[in-house]
């Protein structure tokens, strides 16, 4: 599953990407996370990202294409990817449509996350960073488990709200998304990839309704069924070992164990202590 996820920001792209890369099992790809990357292994295309960055430039469509062709180079892209926050405009999405096409992997799907702009401001406001890791959490809908920790540091998230992350700038956020990645829309509606889906509600119900738009069921995270199985009681089935002792027992083994039993049943009828006969001696366990 090869998708790109579109929508404007605090549509909750990033909560949904996180949860397909645990449920779908394919990684997110980042263009942020790509380029922080680059800069810090000192790669030539992180080189030229830092100079960039630093010359106060937006970072080249060509170095962010590079990247992005490493990184579906690696092996865990091979069942498929998730792309966030690229392409942003018509010139990206027309150079990424050539890439694809040269490494043969064009995509299944892109998803349009719909949400009024209204919530999307009270959403954003409510955004936080984890410092150490990363992740993104919202502290309106979906904040971090009280007892969740950082994968990184061990400690509690360390959470930290970007600068952009307030009412002050959402609004000329919106204006340039509407002037330059709506029209992305069209683009993928007229090649047949787009699905457009309600991103507004519970966290949950969104994730059902990608799960739709993608045509086909996200399993649960891997040993989440057998939470909820312990979660409600189940109980455990112990019987398969016993069948396994049982068969691995051998022919000669079973028919004397048989004997024994009609030895110790015979005693019994007349009225001997099964455990003074030597089938009773016999007999699997200790005398009580």
């Given at each position: 599953?090869r998708?790109v996820?579109l929508?404007?920001?605090?549509?909750?792209k990033?909560?949904?990407?996180?949860r397909?890369?645990e449920?779908?099992?394919i990684?997110?790809i980042s263009?942020g996370?790509?380029l922080r990357?680059?800069?810090?292994?000192?790669?030539?295309?992180?080189?030229q990202?830092?100079?960039?960055m630093?010359?106060?430039r937006?970072?080249?469509?060509?170095?962010?294409?590079?990247?992005?062709?490493e990184?579906?180079?690696e092996p865990?892209?091979r069942?498929?990817f998730?792309?966030?926050g690229?392409?942003?405009?018509l010139a990206q999405a027309?150079a990424?449509?050539r890439l694809?096409?040269?490494?043969?992997?064009?995509?299944?799907?892109?998803v349009?996350?719909?949400?009024?702009?209204r919530e999307l401001v009270?959403?954003?406001?409510g955004r936080?960073?984890?410092?150490?890791c990363?992740?993104?959490f919202n502290?309106?809908t979906?904040?971090p488990a009280a007892s969740?920790?950082?994968?990184?540091?061990?400690?509690?998230h360390?959470?930290?709200?970007?600068?952009?992350d307030?009412e002050?700038?959402v609004?000329?956020?919106?204006r340039?998304y509407?002037?330059?990645t709506?029209?992305?829309?069209?683009?993928y509606r007229a090649?047949?990839?787009?699905r457009?889906?309600d991103?507004?509600?519970d966290?949950?119900e969104v994730t059902r309704r990608?799960a739709?738009?993608?045509?086909?069921?996200l399993r649960?995270?891997?040993?989440a069924k057998?939470?909820?199985?312990?979660?409600?009681?189940a109980?455990?089935?112990h019987?398969k070992p016993t069948?396994k002792?049982?068969?691995?027992q051998s022919p000669?083994?079973?028919?004397?164990?048989?004997?024994a039993?009609a030895?110790?049943?015979?005693?019994v009828?007349?009225?001997?202590?099964?455990?003074a006969?030597?089938?009773?001696r016999?007999?699997k366990g200790?005398?009580?």
């Amino acid at each position: 599953m090869r998708i790109v996820l579109l929508g404007a920001p605090g549509s909750g792209k990033g909560t949904q990407a996180q949860r397909l890369v645990e449920r779908a099992g394919i990684p997110q790809i980042s263009t942020g996370d790509l380029l922080r990357a680059a800069v810090a292994r000192g790669t030539e295309l992180g080189r030229q990202a830092r100079e960039a960055m630093d010359g106060g430039r937006l970072v080249e469509d060509s170095l962010v294409l590079g990247m992005i062709r490493e990184r579906l180079g690696e092996p865990d892209t091979r069942r498929g990817f998730i792309l966030d926050g690229f392409p942003r405009n018509l010139a990206q999405a027309h150079a990424l449509e050539r890439l694809l096409e040269a490494l043969q992997q064009p995509l299944d799907a892109v998803v349009q996350f719909e949400v009024d702009y209204r919530e999307l401001v009270r959403r954003i406001s409510g955004r936080r960073t984890c410092a150490d890791c990363g992740r993104v959490f919202n502290m309106l809908t979906s904040p971090p488990a009280a007892s969740e920790s950082c994968p990184k540091t061990g400690a509690p998230h360390r959470l930290t709200q970007r600068p952009d992350d307030n009412e002050a700038t959402v609004a000329e956020r919106l204006r340039v998304y509407d002037e330059k990645t709506r029209p992305l829309i069209d683009f993928y509606r007229a090649r047949g990839l787009l699905r457009v889906i309600d991103a507004a509600g519970d966290v949950n119900e969104v994730t059902r309704r990608l799960a739709q738009a993608l045509g086909a069921p996200l399993r649960a995270p891997r040993g989440a069924k057998r939470r909820a199985r312990k979660g409600a009681g189940a109980r455990p089935t112990h019987h398969k070992p016993t069948r396994k002792r049982a068969v691995r027992q051998s022919p000669g083994k079973l028919a004397r164990r048989k004997r024994a039993v009609a030895r110790k049943v015979r005693a019994v009828g007349r009225g001997k202590s099964p455990r003074a006969t030597p089938a009773g001696r016999g007999l699997k366990g200790r005398p009580r």
